[in-house]
């Protein structure tokens, strides 16, 4: 002790401690400051209990402002939201969107892992949880004052309708699986979901689901390899995709007899599912157990009315179909139908990539040799993805067997097209079924061209003239080979875009690897039966001086340069009027254009006289992948709405 402290009486040393307490709290500053990285500072300002774990800045502010300790409520999350719930001196916005929260941070705790949903599904509780969780997010949307207009940039609106979107995905996962085990058992599909508390009717109306779906899941779980881009929409909803089975389109390997549709639409349907709590007050809407689950279209939708309010619709444009090609096995089968193996396809098949709308315009999309709809993948999801083209247009693709000869597929694809246009728009009075596109890759362009081409008698009188036809011997073939040989154009197509087509042949179908991919190449037996009779009658009616030996050509000897066929469709003149454009592929940029080829096309084969435009990209024959040639085709379809103008109500 120091000198001047023994100098005091004793009893003073209390007294000059409170004084010393007194001199040192008045002079201790109560405010510091520290600077903070601007990332730190996004982090925290953003950050929520659904990206951190732990509460948003706003909702400790909300608890720290009621006296609230925020550590101990997130321990104890009910006492929390009791004294919330109790406490009127807060504005509306801030008490809802942190009771928001708290319920979020409630139903992430008693909510099972996504990987044990199938052996764990989630309790009445956590359904109860996320129900609430989404019952003050919307009340803090639409029944706290202002609109969601007016808090347009406010972080703190985007974290509320979050939540809201991501309770909606969950309760979402236990009404689609409540109301397929109903409808499995013959009951309505919208029949109400009853839990402990809640009542949810469905409306699955707008979906138009065919047969009862098998699967739903949450578009923001998806990711995948092979697409470019995945387009979305911000706005109000969880976004889902619902899964049906796809359509059997190959015949069993045990003989029995199944009916192979010409058509469908794809068996993954994007949607956005909405929860709307009944009530046109704060207070009825904090009081309701009945609950609206609504689920949209995120095509047909894009805006809903909430209260008044006109309110964008969050959506995918791209997940389903990402699954419905990831899920298809076209990449094996393709190759199992082009070499004549078991389990590929026989006929072509029409598939819808949305919904049937009578009001967009169909993009009608043909494949190539050995392929399927998968050589669309980014060129599809580009036109799908962008928000103007998506409105205009609907994309339909085909799927046939490219082992087939050319004629064939040509009037079976006619026919199947013709019948799916028919089945959705018996009279042809909808706008979709006027001013189509047409958009064919390779061999697929070659059959864009012949379906917006009239052959008159020229390919009959070419092909046959060597034949002595009179009588039974004539009908014979008029009956299996007309509609092969006489055919006139598919009306109503405005544009066409043909991109890397051997509308002349190619030489390399002719030399030696091509021969040998050709012996490789095999025709259905079905096919063969069917012809057989024709073309024996053809083998007796040669005149004398015939040194070829006929047999029924198949995909690859269609596609030689000096093939009868290939060199006289080739020669038969587009539909005048029609608008067409070219894009073609350059494999070397050194070698001169006209000598130029993408490694199976040569450009003078491809190249065709009259186009609206020609677009040479350095590229191998897959060139309708590469960014280029997307963008040229998205060019060409953003000036041909400009030339129709617009079809969509």
Request: with cysteine; glycine share 6%; proline share 6%.
């Amino acid at each position: 002790m120091s000198s001047a402290l023994k100098l005091l009486p004793h009893r003073a040393l209390p007294m000059l401690a409170v004084v010393l307490s007194l001199l040192l709290s008045s002079g201790c500053a109560m405010v510091t400051m520290k600077q903070v990285a601007p990332t730190d500072y996004l982090a925290n300002k953003r950050g929520d209990v659904l990206t951190s774990g732990k509460l948003s800045a706003a909702s400790q502010e909300t608890l720290s402002v009621i006296g609230m300790d925020v550590a101990q409520c997130e321990k104890d999350v009910a006492a929390c939201q009791k004294t919330l719930g109790h406490t009127d001196v807060l504005p509306e916005e801030q008490r809802l969107s942190a009771q928001s929260e708290l319920w979020v941070k409630t139903a992430l705790a008693l909510t099972p892992k996504p990987k044990d949903r199938e052996k764990t599904p989630m309790s009445d509780a956590a359904l109860d949880a996320w129900l609430e969780a989404a019952r003050y997010a919307y009340a803090y949307l639409f029944f706290s004052g202002r609109t969601p207009s007016d808090r347009a940039f406010e972080d703190r609106q985007t974290q509320v309708r979050d939540y809201y979107n991501y309770a909606a995905e969950q309760t979402a996962s236990v009404v689609f699986k409540r109301s397929r085990e109903s409808a499995l058992e013959g009951e309505d599909y919208n029949a109400a979901v009853a839990g402990e508390r809640w009542t949810l009717t469905a409306d699955f109306d707008e979906l138009r689901m065919q047969t009862i779906p098998t699967r739903m899941v949450s578009a923001s779980a998806l990711s995948f390899a092979g697409l470019r881009s995945t387009y979305r929409r911000d706005g109000f909803g969880a976004e889902l995709v619902v899964i049906m089975d796809p359509p059997k389109l190959v015949a069993p390997a045990d003989g029995e007899k199944v009916e192979i549709p010409q058509y469908s639409e794809m068996s993954a349907i994007n949607a956005t599912a909405l929860l709307r709590f009944k009530g046109d007050t704060l207070q009825q809407v904090l009081d309701t157990t009945q609950v609206l689950f609504e689920v949209y279209s995120p095509e047909s939708t894009e805006r809903v009315d909430l209260h008044g309010e006109k309110v964008p619709l969050a959506g995918n444009f791209t997940a389903a179909y990402g699954i419905w090609l990831a899920q298809s096995g076209f990449a094996t089968q393709s190759l199992r139908t082009l070499f004549g193996l078991s389990e590929g396809i026989g006929a072509p098949h029409m598939y819808l990539m949305q919904p049937w709308d009578p009001n967009r315009r169909i993009i009608f999309m043909l494949h190539g040799l050995g392929s399927s709809p998968e050589a669309w993948v980014n060129v599809a999801n580009e036109i799908m993805g962008d928000p103007e083209l998506r409105r205009h247009f609907q994309v339909w693709q085909v799927y046939y067997p490219t082992n087939a000869p050319i004629a064939l597929n040509r009037y079976e694809i006619n026919q199947a097209f013709n019948n799916t246009l028919k089945h959705f728009d018996p009279t042809g009075s909808t706008p979709a079924s006027k001013d189509m596109v047409f958009i064919g890759h390779s061999m697929g362009g070659v059959l864009a061209r012949l379906l917006v081409t009239s052959s008159g008698d020229v390919l009959w009188n070419d092909l046959l003239a060597n034949y002595d036809l009179k009588g039974e011997r004539l009908k014979r073939v008029e009956t299996k080979l007309g509609p092969l040989l006489h055919f006139t154009a598919e009306p109503n197509v405005e544009r066409a875009i043909f991109i890397a087509a051997p509308h002349k042949g190619t030489d390399i179908a002719g030399n030696r690897v091509g021969r040998l991919i050709g012996r490789l190449v095999r025709l259905p037996i079905t096919l063969l039966g069917k012809f057989e009779d024709v073309f024996v009658t053809l083998q007796e009616s040669e005149s004398a001086n015939s040194t070829t030996k006929l047999q029924i050509p198949n995909s690859i000897d269609n596609l030689k340069a000096s093939d009868p066929f290939v060199k006289a469709a080739g020669a038969l003149p587009i539909t005048p009027g029609l608008k067409y454009h070219s894009i073609i592929a350059q494999r070397k940029p050194e070698v001169p254009l006209l000598q130029s080829d993408d490694g199976l096309v040569p450009y003078w084969s491809a190249h065709l006289e009259g186009a609206v435009s020609e677009k040479v990209i350095i590229s191998g024959h897959s060139v309708q992948e590469t960014p280029q040639a997307v963008l040229e085709i998205r060019r060409i379809l953003r000036e041909d709405l400009e030339e129709v103008g617009d079809t969509h109500p």
